[in-house]
């Protein structure tokens, strides 16, 4: 009974999409108040509508009703209630359910609190979402029905796979789509904007907020998601260039452009076609992720279906927003005039670089993605495109882009002075330079990694040098500089972090490339194995059960007398072996020991790894998305649309009032 | 600089920048494309001993064993019509599977594939898509069959559509 109720609320947000998008449009064309205004109440009641609908499918896989063909094909009743309810969005019908409730959240949110929007560009906004909306409202009731019934219904489910019992599936998903889906809003402002004609400061200052937020969650997201690889997967990879994981980087990266060329619309008024596109490429990006992982046409962890009709079905929503979008871009952009002129040298120059560079980088992220299917479809050989491709083009865009970060801040509006912002970054030079001939000389570090590092030191310290800049320390009594620290705007230190994550995440990733160590070899009780300095003793295997598996258990001690265990697990309701890594983290890297198979007699494979700096990886991406959130807070991003004094939780509440 | 002076500039520059990304990319390219192949592909071309590719098909029954070394894992791999055997050391993934299909990568010496990555894929039914299109070729395997019973279970699971 639920089910169908949650199967009706579901088509009842169609029917109220469809009102949505209609009403407000046809408003704002003949500049009709009242039919402007629908736009608000519809998608606060599209939102209720799947909040409902989303609660009718988690209690279905709350109570294991398998009388619902979904919650039979992918939960079981042994299934701790965590993960039963994480469940909910760990296969394809309920992920989409939490794509399009997601979609509707960021529908209520403009509705909600653009109440000093203009009424024509709110009323256009809120339009697009719910046109959005449709789109995936239709795909999901036509192709995906999560409500289905089964008869007569199986005696318990076939289970989750075991490799998505895990937090990390919990938290993934909900933040990565709370990215790639947020980025609907800056579309549907982007949209708006064209069919408005007008693209001003104010604009940006409305937009950059909510690309803001999709960014900090996209960011949280994705590392996330690499967390989850690293501790869960066995083989300690953290990154893997597999098209799935670049489905979500391609936005990042277009996401980052965007929320670097907003601030040049909001204070030059410059840069606003540029803008706008990049808005438009950053949610058909989105999109065109949701279809590679959503359609089958690749097979991953994340494909949990392969259905031609589906992927079809996303294909002809891609080619519609893409190249409506995009046709309107065409028609329209031409007639927005240009803003302020400025030098190449300058605070503009350098967030334009930044703009080529993020760009192209995902360019090449898309080549290399799309390479193999398009090679597959036209002359049918098979191929794979893997980390060699994308280090290799990847990684040299970086190194310009990360030396110009270093100074871009530095550099003045309009007009800026190269000389005297090199002249700021002695230090970092000096540091930088010799850390980096330290790295290659004493310790004889590839050149790779020497470089990394150096790159690494340049950026912090440069950060560190701004932010010291800013306040003038040392310059002026210590005094005066805390009392203009204090007085600084939260969106400068929201830079400071992010760019600091990024000093950060270099590290970790140059260090764990080019430090880490490992050991694959037989061991039986009493052996040693040593890496990195550290001594573990394998003290053989032993049984435990879990609440729904068996598992075998490694113990590795530790010469500190500390014990790591690694788990062979096997889940009998799925039939699945998943293996648990042992990981002991510290920031200097972590060690990774993993049990393998047995050999013969009582002798084990085991492989032990050493992780180095790896946590910086996670701290780096931290620091990112704080800084995002930092600068959120600013006062000076609600100009435009002053946020009410409601905390960012009461969104959720937002669907019943109003 | 004008406003005319400033787009040139801004086109000339995203060109140039375009232009350095199209040589990254074919110059990568040429040397990190990984091509796939069935072992009836290899027995009926050459291929560069230097050069790493990829192989799949099923592991083979009772081919599975211990090297001298330690950890050293070797198995034959099939497409139905030939075999290659692959040398692998290291932990194999936990899909590994007699009778499963894999995909290795690695490259080609003197008749043993030299693997340094062993890909089971995560879903237990999942056919690696090669290899299904592979054995497809050597006319073992047709659509909606299987070579093993699980995988005919999901062919079942995925009529979701329509409501």
Redesign the interface.
């Given at each position: 009974m639920i089910a169908e109720l949650g199967h009706l609320a579901l088509a009842a947000a169609l029917v109220v999409a469809v009102f949505q998008t209609v009403v407000p449009l046809y408003g704002a064309a003949r500049g009709d108040s009242t039919l402007m205004a629908m736009a608000q109440p519809a998608a606060l009641v599209q939102f209720a509508a799947l909040i409902l609908s989303f609660g009718a499918l988690t209690h279905a896989f709350v109570t294991s009703d398998f009388s619902v063909s979904n919650v039979a094909a992918n939960s079981h009743s042994l299934k701790p209630m965590i993960y039963k309810v994480s469940g909910v969005w760990g296969n394809h019908e309920g992920s989409m359910l939490l794509w399009v409730l997601i979609l509707s959240l960021f529908g209520a949110a403009v509705a909600a609190f653009g109440g000093n929007l203009p009424e024509s560009l709110r009323a256009r906004t809120i339009a697009i979402q719910g046109m959005i909306g449709i789109g995936f409202l239709a795909f999901i009731l036509f192709t995906s029905n999560p409500f289905e019934r089964v008869v007569p219904p199986p005696i318990d489910g076939r289970g989750l796979n075991p490799l998505l019992q895990d937090i990390g599936l919990a938290l993934h998903p909900p933040m990565l789509y709370l990215g790639y889906v947020g980025l609907s809003t800056t579309f549907s402002f982007a949209v708006a904007a064209l069919l408005e004609g007008r693209v001003d400061p104010s604009w940006a200052r409305w937009v950059r907020p909510w690309t803001l937020a999709a960014w900090v969650a996209l960011t949280a997201g994705i590392i996330l998601g690499s967390g989850w690889a690293y501790y869960e997967l066995g083989w300690g990879g953290w990154w893997f260039w597999d098209p799935v994981e670049n489905a979500s980087f391609m936005p990042w990266l277009a996401a980052t452009a965007l929320l670097h060329s907003a601030i040049v619309v909001e204070k030059r008024d410059a840069l606003k076609s540029w803008t706008i596109l990049l808005a438009l490429i950053a949610f058909a990006l989105s999109l065109l992720g949701t279809f590679l992982v959503r359609s089958g046409v690749l097979t991953s962890v994340h494909a949990f279906a392969v259905d031609p009709e589906r992927g079809m079905f996303i294909l002809v929503l891609l080619a519609i927003a893409i190249g409506g979008s995009f046709a309107l871009y065409a028609w329209r952009a031409p007639t927005m005039e240009g803003g302020g002129v400025f030098r190449p040298i300058s605070r503009e120059g350098g967030l334009v670089l930044n703009n080529l560079l993020t760009a192209t980088a995902a360019a090449t992220v898309l080549i290399g993605t799309l390479y193999p299917l398009a090679l597959e479809t036209v002359t049918g050989e098979k191929v794979s495109v893997g980390p060699p491709f994308f280090e290799a083009t990847f990684v040299p865009l970086m190194v310009p882009l990360v030396i110009a970060v270093g100074i871009g801040p530095l550099l003045a509006w309009k007009r800026g002075d190269l000389a005297g912002a090199l002249h700021n970054l002695w230090a970092a030079a000096i540091i930088a330079i010799s850390l980096g001939l330290a790295l290659a000389w004493l310790q004889g570090a590839p050149v790779g990694a020497a470089l990394g590092m150096a790159l690494a030191a340049w950026l912090g310290v440069a950060v560190l040098t701004e932010l010291a800049d800013r306040i003038r320390l040392f310059r002026v009594p210590l005094s005066s500089s805390l009392s203009r620290a204090a007085g600084l705007p939260r969106a400068a230190y929201g830079m400071t972090l992010a760019h600091l994550g990024l000093a950060v995440f270099i590290v970790g990733a140059v260090g764990e490339t080019f430090f880490s160590a490992e050991v694959v070899r037989y061991a039986s009780r009493g052996d040693k194995v040593e890496i990195a300095g550290h001594t573990l003793t394998f003290e053989g295997v032993t049984e435990r059960a879990g609440p729904n598996f068996n598992a075998q258990v490694g113990t590795f001690v530790l010469e500190n007398g500390q014990r790591l265990e690694s788990e062979r697990r096997f889940f009998p309701a799925e039939g699945q072996q998943t293996t648990e890594a042992a990981i002991r983290v510290r920031p200097a890297g972590d060690l990774y020991a993993v049990l393998g198979e047995p050999a013969d007699g009582d002798r084990w494979t085991v492989r032990v790894y050493h992780k180095a700096l790896v946590m910086w990886i996670w701290v780096g991406g931290f620091l990112m998305s704080l800084g995002g959130l930092v600068s959120l807070a600013d006062r000076r991003l609600r100009v435009g649309a002053p946020a009410p004094r409601r905390e960012r939780t009461a969104l959720a509440a937002a669907g019943g009032d109003d | 600089?004008?406003?005319k002076n400033?787009?040139i500039?801004?086109i000339v520059?995203?060109l140039a920048?375009?232009g350095?990304?199209a040589g990254?990319?074919l110059?990568?390219?040429e040397?990190?494309?990984?091509?796939?192949f069935s072992p009836t592909d290899l027995r009926a071309e050459p291929v560069d001993p230097e050069r790493r590719i990829?192989v799949g098909g099923l592991v083979e029954s009772g081919s599975v064993e211990?090297g001298p070394a330690?950890?050293e894992i070797r198995f034959n791999v099939t497409d139905g019509n030939s075999t290659l055997t692959v040398r692998y050391?290291?932990?194999?993934p936990?899909?590994f599977r007699e009778g499963q299909g894999i995909v290795a990568?690695g490259r080609l010496q003197n008749a043993v594939f030299q693997a340094d990555e062993v890909l089971a894929?995560?879903?237990?039914t999942?056919m690696?898509?090669?290899v299904a299109?592979a054995l497809k070729k050597q006319g073992h395997w047709k659509d909606g069959e299987s070579p093993y019973p699980?995988a005919q279970e999901t062919g079942a699971?995925?009529t979701?559509?329509?409501?």
């Open positions: - | 600089m004008t406003r400033q787009r500039a801004l520059g995203g920048f375009l350095i990304a990254l990319v110059t990568a390219f040397d990190s494309v990984v091509f796939f990829r211990r330690d950890a050391v290291g932990i194999l936990d899909l990568q894929k995560h879903d237990e999942y690696p898509k090669e299109d699980d699971q995925q979701g559509g329509g409501s």
